[in-house]
Structure formats: C-alpha cells, structure tokens
T-cell receptor, first 114, second 115 residues
Framework: AQSVTQLDSQVPVFEEAPVELRCNYS??????LFWYVQYPNQGLQLLLK??????LVKGINGFEAEFNKSQTSFHLRKPSVHISDTAEYFC????????????FGTGTRLKVLA | NAGVTQTPKFQVLKTGQSMTLQCAQD?????MSWYRQDPGMGLRLIHY???????DQGEVPNGYNVSRSTTEDFPLRLLSAAPSQTSVYFC??????????????FGDGTRLSIL
C-alpha cells in the first residue's frame, strides 16, 4: 500500500519570499508523484508531475519539485511567492503499474501575506 | 471544452434520503474516480472505474454505490444519507494506462450537507 504525508497543514509566508511545501511518501513499488493546487471553491489543478527521468521537475506558475528516492520525498518549492499563490496544495502518488488508484496527502494550506 | 462536469453544485439532504451525484466527462477518458474531501483529511478515494462496466472500491466505499454504463458518465449514489457523509465530493477522470503524461482532470465539486 502507498501513503503520503504532508507534515505542514498550514504555511504562512510573506509575499516575494521563497516557500517549500514538504511531501513524503511510502511505497514498496515504483510510483508516479504529483502536486495539485486547489483554489477556494474549485476543483484540483495539476501543478507538476514526476514520471521518470530528471529528478527536478518544473511546473506551472513558477513552481518546481525535486524527487528524492532515497528520502522518499517530493518537496514543492517556489523562489518568490505572490498573493495569488494562496491556496491549498496536495501531494499525490500512484503506482506505475497495476491499480489506477491515486493516494492524496492531507494538504498544505499556503497563505501568502502582504 | 467542458472537461469534467458535476451536478448539482450544492445539495442539502435529510438523513435517510437517497440521491445521485452526477459526473460526466467529454474527453473520452477511460479512468474515472470519486473522492470526498473533508477538513484535515485531504481527498479520499470512494470508488473508481477503469472503463465502462468496470468499477472497484477505494478507501472509503461504505454507503456509496457506483456504476459505469458508458464511458462518459460515472454517477455516485447515496442510498441512505447519513450526517457523516456531509462533505465535498469530487469526480476526476484521466486517460487509460500508457497516457500518464496526461493529468487527472477534476470537476468543480458537489457540496453536500446531510441534516
């Protein structure tokens, strides 16, 4: 079975400061990794994904994430945040074969302060 | 380009009532899923389908039924609503295996309150 841990339920950060949202996963088999963003009263949108290859993945809105297999982590980073980045961010995994199930973390609420 | 459409957007039910949450996608995706989102618990998978006529249980299937008679539609049924089913429900779809460079598409959600 797979699991995803997002240790930070809320992260406040000032505008133009850097931010890192942490994600750790557990799986006995190979996985794909995803970060999704949810703006208020909306569904989830894909920010970025790691399928294979380079461990540094760039996504939309200036976000990037680094896959670290030895630490089973997939932390999300942005060098300079904007007010508009205020949202909830979810890390997710699914296995590379077999079941189609996505497993989501509990989410991190990013609040960007002026 | 409608994507994933969920109806209704809001619903209030009384305990014991039944209802169906509708989900339709126009992208010819084979995979469809239902999630519920509760504060502090993220998204939990209720049921999913890998194609028409095929469904399977997720993490929290109790109290919910699904069917997949067509590729486009994946309705979620609450047979006897309970207050514990008060939540925001999301439907998602994605292409079949082998096209994982395509993201999972989400609907805008159905906010359901059970009194």
């Amino acid at each position: 079975a797979q699991s995803v841990t997002q240790l930070d339920s809320q992260v406040p950060v000032f505008e133009e400061a850097p931010v890192e949202l942490r994600c750790n996963y557990s799986s006995s088999v190979s996985v794909y990794l995803f970060w999704y963003v949810q703006y208020p009263n909306q569904g989830l949108q894909l920010l970025l994904k790691y399928l294979s290859g380079s461990t540094l993945v760039k996504g939309i809105n200036g976000f990037e994430a680094e896959f670290n297999k030895s630490q089973t982590s997939f932390h999300l980073r942005k060098p300079s945040v904007h007010i508009s980045d205020t949202a909830e961010y979810f890390c997710a995994v699914r296995t590379t074969s077999g079941t189609y199930k996505y497993i989501f973390g509990t989410g991190t609420r990013l609040k960007v302060l002026a | 380009n409608a994507g994933v459409t969920q109806t209704p957007k809001f619903q209030v039910l009384k305990t014991g009532q039944s209802m169906t949450l509708q989900c339709a996608q126009d992208m010819n995706h084979e995979y469809m899923s239902w999630y519920r989102q509760d504060p502090g618990m993220g998204l939990r998978l209720i049921h999913y389908s890998v194609g028409a006529g095929i469904t399977d249980q997720g993490e929290v299937p109790n109290g919910y039924n699904v069917s997949r008679s067509t590729t486009e539609d994946f309705p979620l049924r609450l047979l006897s609503a309970a207050p514990s089913q008060t939540s925001v429900y999301f439907c998602a779809s994605s292409p079949r295996e082998g096209q994982t460079n395509q993201p999972q598409h989400f609907g805008d959600g159905t906010r359901l309150s059970i009194l």
